[in-house]
């Protein structure tokens, strides 16, 4: 006699289902609420002293250029003026301040000029030509003169003006004020430059463009905010240089701002208020290009960096 054995199997396997396991959701980890505030605490403190660092020596500037001499001595330096007067504005402006300002603005808009339109130049070489070894030496080269420091040069600098006869010329500050401001113009255009589409280049190419066609009708205009941005920093540079009108001029129609104010210093002493109220004055006309060209300083600023 023969017993039959039935097999039975679970019901998971005889369904045909496979059993699943809940997944376990991990907690949220909450934010330890004294850590934000001690982090909200040192980024506010911060702020508060840089815009303390910044505003502070501002208003003194300008609250000491509203004193006469005889106030200056006796009240506090960061209390408001008693007495506020315009003297120093008068004084100032009564001596050759507009032939200072007039020599500041040459030389300013015309190094401006020149670094901006031979960076470009050579911007543009270099990023046409980015597979060449010699656009590649070239960039190097503009690199290294960042390493080169004003002060290192001054001397041979000043024989080559003599050597040129520009010596206690306008032109003497304009020229090597240009050449030191070429490199960091050319490493930003270079940047912004890498990013405009190669496809734009080769559709003018086929439409017959040349080199300089696609430089002056196609890179200029789409480089415009960094041509802005360079412009503003060249500026600057330029506009409070001193070493350059020190050593290569000596006329006192040849002297522009930054050197002009050392001559309110007498054989006693130095008429700070009117110092103050030169500094103040000589502040406005980059504070007004700063103001008209913002939009396109920040846009500069913010893109042509990607690569």
């Known amino acids: 006699m ?4 039935t097999k039975t199997r679970p019901a998971a396997k005889r369904q045909g289902h496979v059993p699943t396991h809940r997944a376990v959701t991990p907690r949220p980890v909450r934010p330890n ?3 934000g505030i001690l982090r909200r605490a040192l980024t506010g403190g911060a702020a508060l002293f840089w815009t303390a660092l910044v505003v502070v020596p501002v208003y003194w500037l300008v609250v000491t250029s509203l004193r006469s001499r005889a106030d200056f001595t006796t009240d506090s330096p960061l209390a408001l003026p008693g007495h506020p007067t315009l003297d120093s504005y008068r004084t100032v402006l009564d001596g050759d301040f507009t032939t200072y300002l007039l020599n ?49 040069v001054i001397i041979p600098v000043y024989l080559l003006i003599i050597k040129m006869q520009l010596y206690d010329s306008l ?7 240009a050449a ?25 190419i086929v439409d017959g463009a040349g080199d300089w066609r696609m430089l002056w009708s196609l890179a200029a205009p789409l480089a415009r905010p960094a041509l802005m941005t360079v412009a503003v920093y060249d500026g600057l540079q330029v506009w409070n240089g001193f070493l350059f009108p020190l050593i290569l001029t000596q006329s006192g129609d040849r002297a ?14 130095i008429d700070v208020p009117a110092t103050m109220a030169a500094v103040v004055l000589s502040t406005l006309p980059m504070l007004a290009l700063f103001i ?4 396109q300083l920040v846009a500069g600023l913010t893109a042509g960096f990607s690569k």
């Open 256 to 269: 522009v701002l930054p050197l002009a104010l050392t001559l309110y210093r007498g054989q006693f002493g």
């Open 180 to 204: 030191f401001a070429l490199p960091i113009t050319v490493m930003i255009l270079v940047s912004f430059l890498r990013d405009v589409p190669r496809s734009l280049f080769e559709a003018m």
């Open 2 to 5: 023969s017993t039959t054995v």
């Open 104 to 152: 500041s603005v040459v030389v300013t808009a015309g190094t401006v000029v020149l670094a901006v339109a031979f960076a470009l130049m050579a911007a543009f070489a270099i990023v046409r030509n980015a597979g060449s070894r010699f656009s590649r030496l070239s960039f190097r080269l503009f690199l290294l003169g960042l390493a080169i420091p004003l002060q290192a």
């Open 33 to 35: 609420p004294v850590a």
């Open 292 to 295: 008209l060209a913002r939009r």
């Open 171 to 177: 032109l003497a500050i304009v020229l090597p004020s």
